[in-house]
């Protein structure tokens, strides 16, 4: 039996696995009331209380998916948030990067101001956000935004940066023009360190997205989660936070898809197979 | 005769970008002209500013002093006529090596089907036919060198500059691409494709930059002595009058080439000895 279950890369699916119902199991045990003498709370339902509950977080996400199906408009908003920050911060910070890394002296007048904006605490920036923009989407966009864009950015800036110049030289004796070298140069070489980026924002998108609809919204995931916390909701709460968390893996996961089919030319260790 | 190229009293002085008085100059006062379809070969100790030299000719690089000419014409920007094939890799990892042959006709506006027929023709030519869609980490170094070759010469340049080309592969991969380059250029790389046709009248013009003095007279028609830098000029020029076709790896053990390895050398022994010194005393 232990031959067939010893951790090894066959069995790696069924590990991880383990490891995440061994978390609920603990969970469940530890909260359920009545199950174990309780000695950290003072009273019985305590713990259910402060931590919630598995068995009652599962069933409130079957409720929101299949019962009720009363989620799905919420989410689909956190996602159109979730998508455009995303989608525009990343255009934004290509833009951006490609221009300032091509010319120096633009980069360098604006130089101290873009570090200023970097290093703002800009999940500050949500309440004036929901000010300008409403209470809609646009706040929650422009929230990932602020986020998003300056680590595409940072990263275009770099990856352009850092084109090796024999290419470089390679490709204008070749008789490629500025576009051509923007295009066939520049923007390949930069879309590595993009593609690095990408992992960090895509998740960055979520977070303005969700403390966004946190902070002032009538839809959204967010949302949903802000309501359960004023009337002490916790199992809601972690609901909410389970079926975010695996959102963002997903997000995640798309990224990952397009970064294979886009960069395939790059190198991969160990790319040998055994005949 | 016009020269191909005519690099006529130039002198690079390099200021360093943190303190503007620290100056180098790498190459001072060369002239250097290179005949249409001649085989030329610049040997120099290491440092001694021949790849400066390469870019100035290529017109990556703006001389201090002095002008270059090509066919006459004097060159602003980069030259168009020439190819250039680097010492370190210099193919776009991105592209395939189809793709990354087929670039410089498609930056010259050529069609997608006519640029990618030329480019297979030559990657045949250059022993690659089955290895178009390979990236080029996925290629061995010879490999990536022949597919540079190919990318230089589907353009059909007049005048070919190559850095050190060979100077990273292997002794036996060397000599094989030593003979395929030197049968290539007398077969006239435009042949392929019936664009032109003759003798010497198509082959090209080619400055080769190496350190390597066996492989400088094996290819070569002319090869120039650099002085150890700083300011490199040229101290010698020899004619190699070795009958061609030649092999690379037989020519070197015919009596003339001894006779003129051993001429050169003379020359290009005290160079190295004094570029060996100077930088044992900047280490």
């Given at each position: 039996?232990?031959?067939?279950?010893?951790?090894?890369?066959?069995?790696?699916?069924?590990?991880?696995?383990?490891?995440?119902?061994?978390?609920?199991?603990?969970?469940?045990?530890?909260?359920?009331?009545?199950?174990?003498?309780?000695?950290?709370?003072?009273?019985?339902?305590?713990?259910?209380?402060?931590?919630?509950?598995?068995?009652?977080?599962?069933?409130?996400?079957?409720?929101?998916?299949?019962?009720?199906?009363?989620?799905?408009?919420?989410?689909?908003?956190?996602?159109?948030?979730?998508?455009?920050?995303?989608?525009?911060?990343?255009?934004?910070?290509?833009?951006?990067?490609?221009?300032?890394?091509?010319?120096?002296?633009?980069?360098?007048?604006?130089?101290?101001?873009?570090?200023?904006?970097?290093?703002?605490?800009?999940?500050?920036?949500?309440?004036?956000?929901?000010?300008?923009?409403?209470?809609?989407?646009?706040?929650?966009?422009?929230?990932?935004?602020?986020?998003?864009?300056?680590?595409?950015?940072?990263?275009?800036?770099?990856?352009?940066?850092?084109?090796?110049?024999?290419?470089?030289?390679?490709?204008?004796?070749?008789?490629?023009?500025?576009?051509?070298?923007?295009?066939?140069?520049?923007?390949?070489?930069?879309?590595?360190?993009?593609?690095?980026?990408?992992?960090?924002?895509?998740?960055?998108?979520?977070?303005?997205?969700?403390?966004?609809?946190?902070?002032?919204?009538?839809?959204?995931?967010?949302?949903?989660?802000?309501?359960?916390?004023?009337?002490?909701?916790?199992?809601?709460?972690?609901?909410?936070?389970?079926?975010?968390?695996?959102?963002?893996?997903?997000?995640?996961?798309?990224?990952?898809?397009?970064?294979?089919?886009?960069?395939?030319?790059?190198?991969?260790?160990?790319?040998?197979?055994?005949? | 005769?016009?020269?191909?190229?005519?690099?006529?009293?130039?002198?690079?002085?390099f200021v360093s970008r943190e303190d503007r008085s620290q100056r180098y100059t790498a190459v001072a006062d060369v002239t250097l002209k290179v005949a249409p379809g001649e085989f030329v070969s610049v040997v120099g100790p290491t440092g001694c500013g021949k790849s400066t030299l390469l870019n100035v000719a290529a017109g990556l690089l703006d001389p201090s002093r002095g002008s270059v000419r090509v066919f006459g014409e004097p060159l602003a920007g980069i030259n168009r006529r020439a190819g250039y094939m680097f010492q370190s890799e210099a193919l776009m990892p991105w592209r395939t090596a189809l793709q990354n042959v087929t670039a410089g006709l498609e930056f010259r506006g050529?069609?997608?089907?006519?640029?990618?027929?030329?480019?297979?023709?030559?990657?045949?030519?250059?022993?690659?036919?089955?290895?178009?869609?390979?990236?080029?980490?996925?290629?061995?170094?010879?490999?990536?060198?022949?597919?540079?070759?190919?990318?230089?010469?589907?353009?059909?340049?007049?005048?070919?500059?190559?850095?050190?080309?060979?100077?990273?592969?292997?002794?036996?991969?060397?000599?094989?691409?030593?003979?395929?380059?030197?049968?290539?250029?007398?077969?006239?790389?435009?042949?392929?494709?019936?664009?032109?046709?003759?003798?010497?009248?198509?082959?090209?013009?080619?400055?080769?930059?190496?350190?390597?003095?066996?492989?400088?007279?094996?290819?070569?028609?002319?090869?120039?002595?650099?002085?150890?830098?700083?300011?490199?000029?040229?101290?010698?020029?020899?004619?190699?009058?070795?009958?061609?076709?030649?092999?690379?790896?037989?020519?070197?053990?015919?009596?003339?080439?001894?006779?003129?390895?051993?001429?050169?050398?003379?020359?290009?022994?005290?160079?190295?000895?004094?570029?060996?010194?100077?930088?044992?005393?900047?280490?």
């Amino acid at each position: 039996m232990w031959q067939w279950l010893r951790p090894s890369p066959r069995t790696l699916r069924f590990w991880q696995l383990g490891v995440l119902v061994a978390f609920f199991l603990f969970w469940h045990v530890m909260t359920a009331p009545g199950l174990v003498p309780h000695f950290l709370f003072a009273k019985e339902n305590d713990a259910a209380f402060f931590l919630g509950e598995p068995v009652k977080i599962f069933s409130r996400i079957w409720q929101w998916f299949v019962v009720k199906r009363d989620i799905y408009p919420h989410l689909w908003i956190t996602l159109v948030e979730t998508v455009l920050a995303f989608a525009i911060g990343t255009a934004a910070g290509l833009l951006t990067g490609m221009w300032l890394a091509l010319s120096p002296m633009a980069a360098a007048i604006l130089d101290p101001y873009i570090k200023a904006f970097n290093s703002m605490p800009r999940i500050i920036l949500a309440p004036i956000f929901a000010v300008w923009f409403g209470l809609g989407i646009a706040s929650k966009v422009a929230l990932g935004f602020t986020l998003v864009f300056f680590i595409v950015f940072f990263n275009v800036y770099q990856g352009v940066k850092e084109v090796s110049p024999t290419v470089l030289a390679n490709a204008r004796m070749l008789g490629a023009g500025q576009r051509q070298l923007l295009r066939h140069v520049y923007l390949p070489s930069a879309m590595s360190w993009v593609f690095s980026s990408l992992h960090t924002s895509v998740g960055l998108a979520f977070v303005g997205a969700v403390v966004g609809e946190y902070l002032g919204s009538a839809k959204g995931v967010g949302y949903l989660i802000h309501q359960a916390e004023m009337v002490f909701d916790i199992n809601t709460v972690m609901a909410g936070i389970l079926v975010l968390t695996a959102f963002a893996l997903v997000l995640d996961w798309a990224v990952g898809l397009v970064e294979r089919r886009l960069m395939k030319w790059q190198p991969r260790s160990g790319e040998t197979e055994k005949l | 005769m016009t020269p191909a190229l005519d690099l006529d009293g130039i002198t690079c002085t390099f200021v360093s970008r943190e303190d503007r008085s620290q100056r180098y100059t790498a190459v001072a006062d060369v002239t250097l002209k290179v005949a249409p379809g001649e085989f030329v070969s610049v040997v120099g100790p290491t440092g001694c500013g021949k790849s400066t030299l390469l870019n100035v000719a290529a017109g990556l690089l703006d001389p201090s002093r002095g002008s270059v000419r090509v066919f006459g014409e004097p060159l602003a920007g980069i030259n168009r006529r020439a190819g250039y094939m680097f010492q370190s890799e210099a193919l776009m990892p991105w592209r395939t090596a189809l793709q990354n042959v087929t670039a410089g006709l498609e930056f010259r506006g050529v069609p997608l089907e006519e640029a990618r027929r030329q480019a297979e023709a030559w990657l045949r030519r250059v022993g690659l036919g089955g290895f178009g869609d390979r990236y080029p980490h996925q290629l061995s170094g010879g490999m990536r060198k022949r597919t540079a070759l190919a990318q230089t010469l589907v353009l059909d340049p007049d005048i070919i500059l190559m850095d050190e080309p060979f100077s990273a592969l292997d002794v036996q991969t060397r000599q094989l691409m030593e003979n395929e380059l030197l049968e290539i250029w007398a077969g006239g790389a435009g042949a392929s494709d019936g664009r032109r046709t003759g003798g010497a009248g198509s082959r090209k013009a080619v400055l080769f930059i190496t350190h390597d003095l066996d492989e400088a007279i094996a290819l070569s028609d002319r090869v120039v002595v650099l002085s150890a830098g700083p300011a490199s000029r040229p101290i010698g020029e020899f004619v190699i009058d070795l009958p061609r076709p030649r092999d690379v790896a037989e020519v070197r053990v015919t009596p003339r080439f001894i006779d003129l390895h051993k001429a050169i050398w003379y020359v290009l022994r005290e160079e190295v000895l004094k570029g060996y010194q100077q930088q044992k005393r900047a280490a």
